[in-house]
């Protein structure tokens, strides 16, 4: 099993993927959303800078954002810093989207985006469309050393729906999962990737799987259900919660065991009275920064257990172990409280003691 850590993407982050390297982590992964947190790529620069082996990702881009040549250069400048050690994660685009007024990029949006990338990234001559213009595009300079394609850079695609878990069973080198920590929805991301990907002719254990997710220490019988658990890992299951019921528009495509847990999620963000050029500005303050009050009715014990690694020590390593058997190749944290004592706790009484 991998180990991995998510970081809000911030100037002053470097230090922090430092720690969790130092802490035996083995990937770090930056998000991007343009009107909340730094340029992933800025901070991938400085934490290249400040490391050697840890692997650094995007967690994630979208297609929409930038055009395809600019995702391209973007990685591989960090490619070249970090040689080896840089993955392209992708999806449609939650908050990088939805905090413009925006909605998510199409699946076709993001497979082209794949296909434009995956061949710049490979040295090759690809077709790049805007509009009705089509012309022919390749890295220029590839033997210099402003940008770094000679080691190859993965693209994983992040995914909660059933189409979109398909689509990274058909295309990706890895599928990044939200919240699926739970066997009942590790069955349901995974079946929808096996999908996908023998629809494509791929074997379906060949698609790296890595799942991200909050995480807590508690004491044996201590409730979750209070302000100090739901303000540890409440922000993270909130959102990735709600990314899946809102990647399911059909509820029934969603595991029955937790369908009505997940519904409850699907407008948690919405502010249904403020107008519609404004409201995208009030539902993201302080996304992921601090847990609201407001979702303490869904926040269940059910729903952190199923989404979270919330428990003491031997429960949260049981869950890890099962996530491995299940197919999982990397858990991935995201600290909400304090990133160094999280990833130093996370270290100390997890990564450890796993055999």
């Known amino acids: 099993m991998d180990y991995g850590v998510v970081f809000p993407a911030g100037v002053h982050v470097h230090g922090d993927v430092a720690i969790a390297e130092k802490s035996g982590f083995t990937h770090a992964w930056l998000y991007d959303s343009q009107m909340l947190f730094s340029d992933p790529y800025a901070a991938m620069c400085l934490s290249a800078n400040a490391t050697s082996t840890i692997k650094l990702g995007t967690g994630v881009t979208n297609p929409s954002s930038r055009i395809a040549p600019v995702t391209a250069n973007s990685i591989a400048t960090v490619n070249e810093l970090a040689p080896g050690r840089t993955i392209l994660g992708i999806g449609t685009g939650n908050t990088a989207r939805r905090t413009v007024g925006m909605p998510a990029a199409r699946l076709e949006v993001l497979r082209d985006h794949v296909r434009v990338c995956r061949g710049l990234l490979a040295g090759e001559t690809v077709d790049y469309t805007e509009g009705d213009r089509h012309r022919k595009i390749r890295f220029l300079n590839p033997e210099g050393d402003w940008y770094n394609i000679k080691e190859k850079i993965p693209i994983y695609i992040a995914a909660s729906g059933p189409k979109s878990l398909q689509l990274a069973g058909e295309i990706a080198d890895g599928v990044i999962l939200f919240g699926a920590v739970s066997p009942v929805l ?170």
Not at 214 to 234: D, I, M, N, W, Y
Not at 286 to 295: C, N, Q, R, V
């Open 186 to 355: 590790i069955d349901f991301v995974l079946n929808h990737v096996r999908i996908g990907a023998e629809r494509a002719g791929r074997d379906p254990d060949s698609i790296y799987k890595l799942c991200m997710t909050a995480f807590h220490l508690t004491e044996p019988g201590e409730p979750l259900e209070t302000s100090k658990v739901r303000q540890a890992v409440g922000p993270f299951v909130a959102s990735s919660t709600n990314i899946f019921a809102l990647s399911s528009p059909d509820p029934s495509d969603l595991p029955a065991e937790l369908r009505d847990d997940i519904v409850a999620f699907r407008d948690i963000y919405k502010v249904p009275d403020a107008p519609i050029e404004t409201r995208h500005l009030k539902m993201y303050e302080d996304y992921l920064l601090g847990f609201k009050k407001e979702h303490e009715p869904v926040v269940t014990e059910k729903i952190m257990r199923a989404t979270s690694l919330t428990g003491t020590p031997d429960e949260v390593i049981d869950a890890i172990q099962n996530m491995k058997k299940a197919g999982i190749d990397q858990v991935a944290i995201q600290p909400i409280i304090d990133n160094k004592q999280t990833v130093e706790t996370f270290a100390r009484e997890i990564i450890s003691r796993i055999k």
